[in-house]
């Protein structure tokens, strides 16, 4: 597989992550993504396990988009600051499930694991405090409302496992093809094979110190999907 540079720098690589590939290792048989910047970048090889071999932070196994992965343990420690101060300005593309009756939603919970899935998020109110649950607050904006579907916009000011496909299920219309937060009644586009969301856009300041937004369109898989949906009549 050879990978989409989006951008490519001394210090900084900026990646187009395919869907259906997980960042790290997870017991599959199937290569990481990790393996495979490592086999086409072997510089970051050096980096070693300890700095993920450069991969400043993580998308699921089926979001495709923008990736960040720093050429260099200075660029690695400079970038990571950046997450954690809430310095990066992420935009995501999603497919919601049913008609989104506001044109923009803020959404601001805990995140914790749920009791009934360990794989799960699940939201709590933001005074129901509890081991492990953690503030996340992600911006729905619709884009186009179509007869069983919303396209949104979804801006995360926090970034938690699943923040945004546990902040859809939420709301009460969970991310089109997710397997995992889906609801026993929904029903997907016909041929979406994976959950209907995408990366498209991050805004960082690089080690270089300029703000730098990178941005990957959106696959052709879900354009189709795009394409193909009907009309709000």
């Known amino acids: 597989m050879d990978l989409k540079i989006i951008h490519e720098n001394g210090t900084l ?5 395919p869907p259906g590939i997980s ?4 017991g599959e048989s199937q290569k990481a993504l990790s393996d495979i910047i490592c086999e086409q970048f072997p510089s970051q090889i050096s980096l070693g396990e300890e700095r ?8 699921d196994k089926d979001t ?43 959404v601001h919970t805990l995140l914790g694991r749920s009791p009934g899935d360990r794989r ?3 939201a709590y109110s933001i005074d129901d405090t509890g081991i492990g649950r953690r503030e996340a607050k992600s911006l729905f904006r619709v884009l186009q409302r179509f007869q069983d579907y919303t396209l949104a916009e979804v801006f995360p000011e926090t970034g938690r496992k699943h923040q945004i496909r546990a902040h859809a299920a939420h709301l009460g219309h ?22 209907f969301l995408h990366a498209s856009s ?13 941005v990957a369109e959106l696959p052709e898989d879900l354009e189709t999907i795009h394409k193909n949906l009907r009309p709000q009549e």
């Not at 960042?23 to 997870?26: G, I, S």
């Not at 993920?52 to 998308?59: A, D, K, M, P």
């Open 120 to 122: 799960k998020q699940r």
């Open 13 to 17: 690589l900026v990646v187009d992550k």
């Open 202 to 214: 991050l805004q960082i300041q690089t080690p270089e110190g300029k703000k730098q937004k990178f």
């Open 52 to 59: 993920r071999y450069g991969i400043v932070h993580r998308l």
């Open 174 to 195: 969970p991310i089109a093809g997710d397997k995992l937060y889906r609801f026993k009644n929904q029903q997907d586009p016909e041929g979406l094979i994976r959950q």
């Open 23 to 26: 960042v790290f290792p997870e």
């Open 64 to 106: 495709s988009g923008v990736l960040l992965v720093a050429k260099t343990p200075e660029a690695f420690e400079y970038l990571q600051s950046q997450f954690q101060s809430r310095h990066v300005s992420k935009t995501y593309l999603c497919l919601l499930w049913g008609r989104l009756k506001h044109d923009e939603v803020v």
